[in-house]
């Protein structure tokens, strides 16, 4: 695969995520339009890495994995106390939540 083809791959996962949480409304569906934006960034970043012929980007991408993984528990515990509080999971019950 060329570079030109991860790249066009990874826009189109990008555009994918973004259309998600644009447009879907249940917490889970946005995390996972989160989570899919940032794996078409991981592999941006992957797709140089190995094009270029250095590690750094794969070093890169795997800290970001990390990253994603703190963040993924961190919305799956806000989606428990969400669904806890309203019965729902849908994102725009969490305004109601401010004090």
Do not use: P
Request: net charge positive.
């Amino acid at each position: 695969m060329t570079l030109a083809g991860c790249l066009t791959l990874a826009a189109a996962l990008f555009s994918l995520g973004v259309y998600g949480l644009l447009t879907r409304r249940q917490a889970v569906a946005v995390l996972v339009s989160v989570e899919l934006m940032a794996n078409a960034a991981n592999l941006c970043f992957v797709a140089f890495s190995r094009f270029r012929g250095d590690v750094t980007g794969q070093a890169l991408a795997v800290f970001a994995l990390a990253l994603t993984v703190a963040e993924v528990a961190v919305g799956l515990a806000l989606v428990i106390l969400l669904y806890r509080a309203h019965g729902d999971t849908r994102v725009d019950l969490a305004s109601e939540m401010k004090q």
